[in-house]
Structure formats: structure tokens, C-alpha cells
């Protein structure tokens, strides 16, 4: 086991933050390669840690690093907000069919269509999930992605009943988007780069202001548009994969600038938030034991890292590394849920 940790941000998170976003390749708009609008995560995130929820619904983001607490590197990243689409809309397309029958052709036919909604407004999100491409396969991607469900688990009252993600959608060997050339891009003046620059600096809500309001039979968009609809960038099939083993589904909602799918799930549901259990540490020991995500603390304080754990005496026995990598004695209570 590591000495991989999950944390809060800090303010002085920003240049890895900057840099883990310089290697995204561009189209993650919740990690853009720009300081100011980074500036302005930490700073809300910063904010969302120090409070302790007053009961309102508000878009509040935390966003959590990965550090080798050995060497103090950090080697990833991951977001969650609370309720998305309280001070800007939060807009999808809706994948939908409307099918129409000619009695004197005597021909039925279905029409796919895209319709702009806001019905996953209020939900929470997870999201800027990003591993540093030196340590995948190892792990540490699913301790990243997982952290954020402990964390939800552990401040429950604090998100919505239903979670999403967003994917990446496909792009091209140009950093192109198919399916902004073919819908949006149109309504814009601007290609997809320019776009995406454009909505790291100004945020998101241009696109939602030009975008056209009507619906749109897929059977008027290039092929090359149409067939990016719902699919994942390549590099996002991890991502997929670990939110399917979650629990969470592809519901016909796409996103309206690339055309990625949208994952939803009911929180409670989530199979990390569900399945997590409370124990109290009841021993400290150098045993091997099964492979667990741990978790301890709630804001400021939260932590959590893959663990060795055994069932001990009313309650479980920790490795002596993860105990030192979380800061954790006996007595203390942890979230916990086999990996
Ligand atoms: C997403 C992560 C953090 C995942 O980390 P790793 O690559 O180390 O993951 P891993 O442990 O190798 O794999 C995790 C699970 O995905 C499966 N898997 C891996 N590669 C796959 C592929 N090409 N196709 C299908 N499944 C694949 C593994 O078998 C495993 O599932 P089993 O356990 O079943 O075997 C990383 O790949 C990354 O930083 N990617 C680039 C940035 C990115 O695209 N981020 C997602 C953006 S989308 C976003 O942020 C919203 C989604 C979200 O936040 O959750």
C-alpha cells in the first residue's frame, strides 16, 4: 500500500492545479488550463470547506487533491458540487424520439431528437477527475473517484438525491469537435478551441445563452455529429467504467457543447455511498488484511487513502501505514468500504 492520500485543496494547490490541467489536452471544462479561473475554484472550494452548510441549496464546490504524503507530491485531482445550476442554468440535450405513422404510405418512422432542458438543474456533481498520466492502472484512480462518495457519504444532508457526471465527448486528431461543428458551432462563429478557450476563461454560460432553443432531428446533423452523440472520449473510458461499477447510467442526456454522455444516479444509491460502513478503529497493527478505501474527518479535516483493514473486536483493525498516512489512532472513527 501507498502513502497516497486524498486532501482538500488549498490556495497554495494552484500551480498543480495548473499543471495537471496543461496535460489534460484540452475539452475538460472543469479543469481548464487558465489561472484565473482556477483561482476562482480554489477560492470557492475554500469557502465550501469552511462552512458547514446553513441549509440553503447552493452550488457549493469542493475540490480534492491526491499527495504522496511521503514525498508531498500531488499526482491528482477530483471535484464535487452540490447542487448544479443555481446561479446559471444547467442546460442538456434529452435524447428523445418522436415517432410518426402515414397511413397512406403506410410507413412508420422514428425521429431521434435533441431537446434543451434543464432537468438535471438542482442535482449534485462529481467531476475533474484527473490522475497524472505517470500513475493510472495503479489504483489510484479509483481511490480518487471513490474519495468524493466517502466525502459525500460523510456530509450527506449537504447534496441532492441525484448525482451526475459528465464526459468528455469525442474529439478529433485536429482537437476538433464533430459534434460542436455540426450543432453548435454553427450558432457561434467560432470553432471548437476557440470555444473551449473562451469557456475556461468565461464560463459555460455563452454557449447556453446562442445555443438554439428548438429541438433538433439528429437526422439534419452531419453523419460525423450524429455519431458522436452519447460517446465518451477515449481517454474518459476509465471514467465511465468506474462510475457503470457505481451505479451510474447513461439516461439520454448529453452534453450541449460536445455531445458527451451524461451519467446519472440516484445519491443514495451509489454503490460506494450505500455500501460504506462506520467503525471505530480498534487496533493498529503491521497484519495483512483485505484492500479498503478509508476515510476519516468530514471538511477540512477529511482524508482518505487505500487501506489494510481486518474485522477486530467491535470494530476494525487498520495497517500501521494507513493509520500513519490518515493521522488515525485507536478509537478513532472511520468511513470504510472494501475495495
Ligand atoms: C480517469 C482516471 C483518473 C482513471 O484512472 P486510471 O486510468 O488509473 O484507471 P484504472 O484504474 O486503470 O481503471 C479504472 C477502471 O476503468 C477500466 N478501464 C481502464 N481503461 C479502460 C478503457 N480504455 N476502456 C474501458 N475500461 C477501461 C479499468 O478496467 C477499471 O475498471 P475495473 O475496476 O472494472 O477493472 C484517469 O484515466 C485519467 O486521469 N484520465 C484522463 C482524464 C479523464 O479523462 N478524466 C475523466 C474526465 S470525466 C469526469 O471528470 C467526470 C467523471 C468523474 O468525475 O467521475
Excluded at 418522436?98 to 435533441?114: K, V
Aim: proline content about 4%; aromatic content about 8%; hydrophobic content about 40%.
Amino acid at each position: 500500500m501507498s502513502s497516497f492520500c486524498i486532501r482538500p485543496a488549498v490556495d497554495s494547490d494552484l500551480r498543480h492545479l495548473y499543471e495537471m490541467a496543461k496535460l489534460t489536452g484540452g475539452g475538460f471544462t472543469n479543469l481548464p488550463p487558465d489561472r484565473r479561473a482556477l483561482i476562482a475554484k480554489l477560492a470557492r472550494s475554500h469557502d465550501a470547506f469552511a462552512g458547514d452548510g446553513d441549509g440553503k441549496v447552493k452550488d457549493e464546490l469542493f475540490v480534492l487533491m491526491l499527495e504522496d504524503r511521503a514525498t508531498g507530491e500531488v499526482r491528482g485531482t477530483c471535484q464535487i458540487f452540490t447542487h448544479v445550476g443555481q446561479k446559471h442554468p444547467f442546460y442538456s440535450y434529452r435524447i428523445g424520439t418522436l415517432t410518426q405513422h402515414s397511413r397512406e404510405l403506410d410507413r412508420t418512422f422514428r425521429a431521434e431528437m435533441l431537446s434543451l432542458t434543464t432537468d438535471l438543474e438542482g442535482a449534485s456533481e462529481v467531476g475533474g477527475l484527473f490522475l497524472h498520466p505517470g500513475e493510472r492502472a495503479g489504483g489510484l484512480g479509483l481511490l480518487l473517484a471513490r474519495s468524493r462518495y466517502l466525502f459525500m457519504r460523510a456530509n450527506r444532508p449537504r447534496f441532492a438525491d441525484r448525482v451526475l457526471a459528465e464526459l468528455r465527448g469525442v474529439i478529433d486528431e485536429a482537437g476538433g469537435s464533430p459534434f460542436w461543428d455540426g450543432l453548435a458551432g454553427r450558432f457561434f462563429g467560432m470553432n471548437f478551441q476557440e470555444a473551449d478557450q473562451f469557456n475556461a476563461i468565461h464560463g459555460h454560460q455563452f454557449i447556453a445563452d446562442l445555443m438554439p432553443k428548438h429541438p433538433i432531428y439528429t437526422a439534419m446533423l452531419t453523419e460525423t455529429a450524429r455519431a458522436a452523440i452519447g460517446l465518451p472520449h477515449p481517454s474518459g473510458r476509465a471514467a465511465m467504467r468506474m462510475l457503470e461499477n457505481e451505479g451510474f447510467a447513461f439516461e439520454h442526456y448529453i452534453d450541449i457543447f460536445d455531445g458527451g454522455p451524461t451519467m446519472t444516479a440516484r445519491t443514495d444509491q451509489v454503490r460506494t455511498i450505500r455500501d460504506a460502513r462506520e467503525s471505530t478503529v480498534v487496533a493498529i497493527d503491521a497484519h495483512p488484511g483485505r484492500e479498503a478505501l478509508v476515510a476519516t474527518g468530514r471538511l477540512t479535516d477529511f482524508r482518505c487513502a487505500l487501506a489494510e483493514i481486518r474485522d477486530g473486536d467491535g470494530g476494525i483493525i487498520l495497517s500501521e501505514q494507513a493509520a500513519n498516512t490518515l493521522d488515525l489512532t485507536v478509537g478513532d472513527t472511520v468511513l470504510h468500504i472494501d475495495r
